[in-house]
T-cell receptor, first 114, second 114 residues
Framework: KQEVTQIPAALSVPEGENLVLNCSFT??????LQWFRQDPGKGLTSLLLIQSSQREQTSGRLNASLDKSSGRSTLYIAASQPGDSATYLC?????????????FGKGTMLLVSP | GAGVSQSPSNKVTEKGKDVELRCDPI?????LYWYRQSLGQGLEFLIY????????KSGLPSDRFSAERTGGSVSTLTIQRTQQEDSAVYLC????????????FGPGTRLTVL
């Protein structure tokens, strides 16, 4: 059974810092990996999707990397802002099904202080 | 265009009652997923619908849970004889058929069973 672990569970940083969120998964037979953001009382917003054949994806101040063989992904946030405060979730899609039943980690709760 | 909508946003019920949760996916999305997010737990997959194909119900935790999707659009998740452990946020997501496409999540329904 696929298990996804996110470290740290919570992180508090001052505005302007660069930071890294970590995600690991036990079964490397994945189709893709996604990073989501969840704000309190709201649904999930997809940030980045990395296909299994890719090594990284970038969007603005966000960069996500994927090392499929070692079962690891990182989300790098540059020059953090208070508006980045949210819970960040990592999720993987298993190979072979033809559709995307995501397996999620428990998330990293990020607080960026002004 | 409009995103995924869910209703109600909050539901409080007494133990033993039945509840129905509704999801309206993005127009044109053929794939629909239900997930559950319990306190202290990650998001768990419940059920997947794709067009007129038989749904993947492998994530439903017990036979008290059922779901249907009428006309390939709106979906209803029904929980019979609710228990306190059913208290959670129930999230719905939709996507195109292609597994490389991201899932778009609704805001969720927060269910509290007293």
């Amino acid at each position: 059974k696929q298990e996804v672990t996110q470290i740290p569970a919570a992180l508090s940083v001052p505005e302007g810092e660069n930071l890294v969120l970590n995600c690991s998964f036990t079964d490397s037979a994945i189709y893709n990996l996604q990073w989501f953001r969840q704000d309190p009382g709201k649904g999930l917003t997809s940030l980045l999707l990395i296909q299994s054949s890719q090594r990284e994806q970038t969007s603005g101040r966000l960069n996500a990397s994927l090392d499929k063989s070692s079962g690891r992904s990182t989300l790098y946030i540059a020059a953090s802002q208070p508006g980045d405060s949210a819970t960040y979730l990592c999720a993987v899609t298993p190979q072979g099904r033809g559709y995307s039943t995501l397996t999620f980690g428990k998330g990293t709760m990020l607080l960026v202080s002004p | 265009g409009a995103g995924v909508s869910q209703s109600p946003s909050n539901k409080v019920t007494e133990k033993g009652k039945d509840v129905e949760l509704r999801c309206d996916p993005i127009s044109g999305h053929t794939a629909l997923y239900w997930y559950r997010q319990s306190l202290g737990q990650g998001l768990e997959f419940l059920i997947y619908f794709q067009g007129n194909s038989a749904p993947d119900k492998s994530g439903l935790p017990s036979d008290r849970f059922s779901a249907e999707r009428t006309g390939g659009s709106v979906s209803t998740l029904t929980i019979q004889r609710t228990q306190q452990e059913d208290s959670a946020v129930y999230l719905c997501a939709s996507s195109t058929r292609n597994t490389t496409d991201t899932q778009y999540f609704g805001p969720g329904t927060r269910l509290t069973v007293l």
